[in-house]
């Protein structure tokens, strides 16, 4: 009844108060029940499904495929995740709506982003199989500043989509880490170091976490948080993330 009675409301507040389409230029009304993006535009993200992809990491090779295989980069530095996957590419118009959504309180975008991430969830991952959804944690100086975890919002609308529980205390930012999209690859990785602890082992032990964020890039801060959770008995790490980005994506 409480979902039919949302639904019903936010039909009605469509109708008195049409939201024009997030992304930049387009001048159609939302036509997405509660939702910012239009259908059209929905329709025409740039979805990571192309190609064959890395059965750890996700990365995609712009090539048919007709077997399972592994990207150079994880055979040669396997991270500690055991499957990685993305809804879309971080690129135009996704880029800005993360970076809105992330750093200037656009919270209202979290139901559209979290529509592209239970999809990738739904279609690439066994989801039941999942026993616990973790959003990557931010350090409390950087929590403070910013006001919210975007990762922890998204990690809360798609525990209630899949009918999981979510974690949000468990696994801990120790030290404010400098920021990783100004960082290279090997970089990301020296600065992440020792980086995350998990605080409730209990809570973790024998359980398949799947870990939360906005944008995957190089993969090390997923890797390092994966680590502490293996170390305390999780019984594997998959992640999930609304895009893929590349180092050369951000211009910072």
Not at 8 to 20: G, V
Not at 176 to 197: C, I, M, P, V, Y
Not at 202 to 211: A, K
């Amino acid at each position: 009844m409480a979902a039919l009675l949302s639904r019903f409301f936010s039909r009605a507040a469509d109708i008195l108060w049409p939201r024009t389409c997030a992304v930049e230029g387009c001048p159609r009304v939302s036509d997405r029940p509660g939702r910012h993006i239009c259908s059209t535009c929905f329709a025409s993200l740039p979805f990571h499904e192309a190609g064959g992809a890395c059965s750890v990491c996700g990365a995609l090779v712009m090539a048919e495929t007709h077997h399972s295989f592994v990207c150079e980069t994880c055979r040669l530095d396997p991270p500690a995740f055991e499957f990685a996957r993305s809804a879309v590419f971080y690129r135009e118009p996704v880029d800005r709506m993360i970076m809105a959504f992330k750093y200037r309180k656009s919270t209202w975008l979290c139901e559209d982003l979290v529509d592209l991430l239970e999809g990738a969830v739904r279609a690439k991952l066994a989801f039941h199989d999942i026993d616990v959804i973790m959003p990557v944690p931010l350090h409390q100086n950087r929590l403070r500043e910013r006001g919210y975890n975007q990762s922890a919002i998204l990690a809360r609308s798609l525990a209630k989509r899949i009918n999981r529980r979510v974690d949000e205390t468990s696994l801990v930012r120790t030290r404010d880490t400098e920021h990783q999209a100004r960082l290279s690859g090997d970089e990301r990785r020296k600065n992440l170091k020792g980086a995350f602890a998990v605080t409730s082992p209990s809570l973790v032990r024998g359980r398949l976490v799947l870990l939360v964020d906005d944008i995957m890039t190089s993969g090390a801060t997923l890797s390092h948080c994966t680590r502490p959770l293996l170390d305390a008995g999780a019984a594997g790490v998959w992640c999930a993330t609304v895009a893929r980005a590349t180092l050369t994506s951000f211009a910072w």
